[in-house]
């Protein structure tokens, strides 16, 4: 068949389309068995807090990869913005800890302090370099005590990018961004079309198909949480997409970024009535929850008790394996940790550096596994029979 | 019932005995019921290293009953001899590291420099205090990121104290102890009896009825292995005690105390063949059976496989909870460090500072539990049913 003239210019057309479109548009060959293993939703979601960075660099795409391989049901990232307005998976505003920015002499001038929620900070802003001089860097292990070896190999990644990964995954596995530092993006950086970082953001999930309540069809075959410290940027959001948002809530000393509100004020009934129209679970600083003396776990605070009572879910951050982060009581054991969490305190789930070790735990104390009906049949029976009498 | 002055003398002598005797000669009220849960003999054993040393400071009575609440099959204690003679539960030649000595100013003339295993070492010695004197001192913990709180509060205890927490466990525990330093011991103290070190170990072993071949019915009451690193002394005490006995091997740079030979001198098959003639298995330091590069396990060495061609038992020490101890590749879990060693490398026993986590392991993955017999029964109905069909 010729290419004829009055195809030509639809054809470039369609070409152009094809180039923008955030996917090929017909599916790939790898792609073709659309029959991905489900989310898990019968125990707390293991919550890959950054991807797997007990183990790689924390936000890479290797970090990614590693956590769903491990059995992650989420992974989770912090989305900030370039220069240039691109949307990047990166923790903090600066790029000091977790870069190699030092190395780059070319961007020594680029050093400077910022207000950053209150606190003075120098350093190399995210905010003043474009995707292009952000793809220079190479990303490095955050704690000096975990594993070096990956420091310098891997790049910051869009979110764009992250989707990707989420969405190329054998099985399904739900994404869970935040809207990080919104105040300060949009401070300091500006879309020519007149959007904020709030827009971008909700824009890039739609770009992706993202949608649907939670618990929803659509929803289940793309799950995500929605995550911010910034309680007008969800309120902002929520009549734009409806997708579940989770409501971050720091230290008991820190205020919220944009309304700075207190801690116990966030936190009252009052406030968790007003939250959850917008919201469908919190998501506190785990020590807040249950306080800490003399690291040793207190008695526990009624915020899970309070936030259940108003249908609201509750992911604490951050579980990690590294005895520095274990209270005593939990004897240097990050399995006792994750037990006291799920069983005794009834969270619905867990922010972690080490989606392995809890997926781990998980499968051993309560598998989801085909022969689960079977299981509990057989236990049925079993019980008969040994009421009955000797086996 | 008078007493008349025949009877005065047996009376005297008898209550003479009462007094010596290791135990009462009348079983107490709370140990009446002689029925205890045996020892688990269906998976590798669960050593309590020092005691429970993660929580509480080594070698104390508190850290040897928190070793038994929590499962462990046997406790294990490294055995040192006082000035005069009490053979004493201690790790350390000196009291430094793991006493409070050093507040002790009315010992301060005391601290010398002396030859342990070829290394000049300053410190307080224990050949230098009556037990009179070390019962005054006070345990603390010997790492400074494990707690601190219980610092102060415990004493050095005897080997007899030991054995009588074993003994009076609500389930059958075994002793694993150790016959320290004996050429440093023997050097430094004598007996008045003129028996040395490895005699006066057995007799107390023997004073509480410990004996029996391995799997022997005696054993099995009260279950023991007697390690050492000095091979001499496992072979001296071979003809006075069938208790079976365990060779513990040191770094690949380190020789034997008595005898100054190399590890590939004691880890060849002609050693391993010579000495499974007095000993059942041997105790490695685990980074020999797995070497580390870069703080990743390698290849594994094949000692383990030629000690089981001798049917000589494998207990490599020591597994602890911390990073610090962790190789990057077990991701900062312990738990995937206690799957490694048992279902890849195959060992029959662990020297764990943490029996606790090792036997939450266990539990979860290998358990012994009462309906062991009919879950498998179960199991096979199981498959007999999903074979045939739908459940």
């Given amino acids: 068949m010729g290419i004829s003239s009055t195809c030509f210019i639809p054809l470039l057309f369609l070409s152009l389309i094809a180039g923008c479109a955030a996917r090929p548009l017909y599916p790939l060959p790898s792609k073709l068995d659309i029959h991905k293993q489900p989310l898990q939703t019968s125990r707390p979601y293991n919550l890959a807090h950054r991807g797997s960075n007990g183990e790689f660099p924390e936000e890479t795409a290797a970090a990614y990869m ?27 505003v600066f790029l000091d800890d977790t870069t190699n920015i030092a190395d780059h002499k070319e961007f ?61 995954a054998q099985r399904v596995v739900g ?31 739609k770009k992706y198909g993202y949608k649907g309540a939670y618990m929803s069809k659509e929803w289940l075959k793309q799950p995500i949480f929605i995550q911010s410290f910034a309680p007008t940027s969800l309120v902002y959001i929520s009549n734009k997409t409806d997708s579940p948002k989770i409501f971050l809530i720091d230290d008991v000393d820190i205020l919220t970024e944009d309304t700075n509100q207190s801690y116990s004020e966030i936190t ?105 009906r079977a299981s509990k049949l057989l236990h049925k029976i079993a019980v008969l029979i040994s009421s009955n009498g000797k086996v």
């Avoid at 120098?122 to 860097?137: N, P, R």
């Avoid at 994404?175 to 890039?204: C, L, R, S």
């Avoid at 807040?288 to 992911?315: E, F, G, I, K, W």
């Fill in 268 to 372: 009252s009934d009052a406030y968790l009535n007003y939250i959850k129209e917008y919201c469908v679970g919190i998501g506190p600083w785990k020590d807040t929850v249950v306080p800490v003396a003399n690291n040793y776990s207190q008695t526990p605070t009624d915020l899970v008790a309070r936030a259940h009572a108003l249908d609201l879910q509750v992911h604490p951050y951050t579980y990690r394996n590294e005895h520095q982060f274990l209270h005593f009581n939990f004897l240097q054991d990050p399995y006792r940790e994750y037990d006291y969490w799920i069983n005794k305190i009834g969270v619905d789930g867990l922010f972690t550096d080490f989606p392995g070790s809890l997926h781990n735990y998980q499968e051993l104390t309560s598998p989801v596994s085909k022969d689960n």
């Fill in 66 to 92: 590693r956590a769903i391989e491990e059995g992650a049901d989420f992974i989770e990232t912090d989305i900030l913005a370039s220069k240039d307005g691109v949307l990047i998976c990166h923790h903090d």
């Fill in 175 to 205: 994404i869970y961004p935040e809207m990080k530092n919104p105040v300060f993006i949009n401070q300091h950086v500006k879309w020519a079309d007149g959007k904020k970082f709030e827009d971008k953001f909700v824009d890039t999930l």
């Fill in 108 to 168: 020594a001038d680029r050093k400077r302090t910022c207000m950053v929620q209150g606190v003075n900070t120098t350093g190399f802003f995210v905010v003043d370099f474009t995707l292009e001089e952000l793809k220079t860097l190479r990303a490095k292990q955050r704690y000096s005590f975990r594993d070096q070896q990956y420091n310098g190999k891997f790049p910051i990644i869009t979110f764009e990018e992250y989707i990707s990964i989420a969405l190329d």
